[in-house]
């Protein structure tokens, strides 16, 4: 959002700033990806755990938990990695190293 609110459009009809948000988009998202393996949280949970945690399920939601998966190497480190990426873009938007 935050970087949404720095380089997306006001008017629908300017497809000029579409395209630029959309291409910082991609460059945060592929870092994301590049850092992470992956975008899509149960996907992350294979490789960051070995297994899908349904966290819809209190049982596998429980043992999600009690595994470590919200503590501070768990997801909230995934969160802090996209955070991160995202404060960097920012950063170099208003110093004008991304136009």
Same mark, same amino acid.
Do not use: W
């Given at each position: 959002?935050?970087?949404?609110?720095?380089?997306?459009?006001?008017?629908?009809?300017?497809?000029?700033?579409?395209?630029?948000?959309?291409?910082?988009?991609? !460059?945060?998202?592929? %870092?994301?990806?590049?850092?992470?393996?992956?975008?899509?949280?149960?996907? +992350?949970?294979? *490789? &960051?755990? $070995?297994?899908?945690?349904?966290?819809?399920?209190?049982?596998?939601?429980?043992?999600?938990?009690?595994?470590?998966?919200?503590?501070? !190497?768990?997801?909230? %480190?995934?969160?802090?990695?996209?955070?991160?990426?995202?404060?960097?873009? +920012?950063?170099? *938007? &208003?110093? $004008?190293?991304?136009?």
């Amino acid at each position: 959002m935050g970087v949404g609110c720095l380089v997306g459009r006001e008017k629908l009809e300017d497809i000029a700033q579409y395209n630029k948000a959309m291409d910082i988009a991609t !460059k945060i998202y592929d %870092e994301f990806r590049k850092k992470i393996g992956h975008s899509i949280c149960a996907e +992350i949970h294979k *490789i &960051r755990y $070995g297994k899908v945690y349904r966290l819809s399920i209190p049982e596998e939601r429980k043992a999600f938990h009690d595994m470590g998966g919200h503590s501070r !190497k768990g997801c909230p %480190e995934v969160c802090g990695v996209a955070a991160k990426i995202a404060a960097e873009i +920012i950063l170099d *938007i &208003r110093e $004008g190293k991304i136009k």
